[in-house]
């Protein structure tokens, strides 16, 4: 069920699928994404393993609330407050928590800030770092591939006008994030992004995402105090946030658990997707 939800003084998009007398799995999408990245396929197969999930859209993107990150900037720490007013919409007292890139940064925060709500954590191609104001890379662990760099200045610049560009730019992106292999499907990928920039009315939530990460605290000592059941879902050819930011992740919380995705870059590839939903499910159960 679609709903608009009052959240954290803002109003949010959020969708919930399967019984809400399961326990409830809550999906975060990460820097700029909408809540409809996370594919019907996968919620599908979670609801399918017994589970209530809900996927929403963070503010600034999607159908929910726009803001003024110069009258009112926001952190990390903010975004989970959002989270966690949704589950209160919804009247979920405590969840499973699954977030992806920048979504995993929020997922730990919710973890940190109120750990009797969050019942395990799964941080997906995230990171225990933040990043450095000056260069929008990482402050400690090492940094974006330098073949990402020159894609990275331009969404910086801020994306092009017209909606032809934009769409251009994005697979652009996605082929370089994902590693741009022969399995790379340009089809799908393009027809995805247009169906999210049409969606959104042509919004672009990158520059206040990149600001909120850049603004948050470190989370180093908070991590390694949690002593919730959490996974680490990584591949090892991630070109913006390497594999070695899931090691130290797995280093820094204890007893957590590493699912290594041998060839996959930045990216939730659809021949991966049952596979981590299986382990979603097991760690979850």
């Known amino acids: 069920m679609q709903r608009l939800v009052n959240s954290n003084g803002i109003t949010l998009w959020c969708e919930d699928f399967g019984d809400p007398d399961d326990p409830a799995v809550l999906l975060v999408m990460g820097l700029g994404a909408q809540g409809t990245s996370w594919n019907e396929?996968?919620?599908?197969?979670?609801?399918?393993?017994?589970?209530?999930?809900?996927?929403?859209?963070?503010?600034?993107?999607?159908r929910s609330d726009t803001v003024d990150f110069a009258a009112?900037?926001?952190t990390v720490t903010d975004m989970a407050a959002d989270?966690?007013?949704?589950?209160?919409?919804?009247?979920?007292?405590?969840?499973?928590?699954?977030?992806?890139?920048?979504?995993?940064m929020?997922?730990?925060?919710?973890?940190?800030?109120?750990?009797?709500?969050?019942?395990?954590l799964t941080s997906w191609m995230s990171s225990p770092d933040t990043p450095d104001p000056s260069t929008m890379d990482w402050r400690v662990l090492p940094g974006r591939r330098a073949e990402m760099a020159p894609l990275?200045?331009?969404?910086?610049?801020?994306?092009p006008a017209t909606r032809e560009e934009r769409v251009e730019f994005m697979v652009r992106l996605a082929r370089a994030a994902t590693g741009g292999g022969a399995d790379f499907d340009e089809v799908a990928v393009r027809?995805?992004?247009?169906?999210?920039?049409?969606r959104a009315d042509g919004r672009d939530a990158t520059t206040n995402h990149s600001l909120a990460a850049a603004s948050s605290r470190e989370r180093w000592d908070l991590l390694r105090g949690l002593?919730?059941?959490?996974?680490?879902?990584?591949?090892?050819?991630?070109?913006?946030?390497?594999?070695?930011?899931?090691?130290e992740m797995v280093r820094l919380v204890p007893n957590a658990r590493l699912l290594p995705l041998p060839g996959v870059g930045h990216d939730m590839p659809r021949e991966r997707q049952d596979l981590v939903a299986k382990e979603i499910l097991a760690h979850t159960a």
Do not use: K, N
């Open 41 to 62: 396929a996968f919620c599908s197969a979670l609801v399918e393993g017994g589970r209530h999930v809900v996927r929403f859209d963070s503010r600034d993107t999607g």
């Open 72 to 74: 009112a900037p926001y």
């Open 83 to 104: 989270a966690f007013g949704v589950l209160d919409a919804l009247g979920i007292e405590a969840a499973h928590v699954v977030g992806v890139s920048m979504g995993g």
């Open 106 to 120: 929020v997922a730990q925060e919710m973890a940190i800030e109120r750990p009797a709500r969050v019942l395990s």
């Open 152 to 159: 990275v200045a331009e969404m910086a610049d801020g994306l």
């Open 191 to 198: 027809q995805f992004i247009e169906r999210d920039i049409d």
């Open 227 to 247: 002593t919730i059941p959490t996974l680490v879902v990584h591949g090892t050819e991630d070109p913006i946030i390497p594999f070695v930011h899931a090691e």
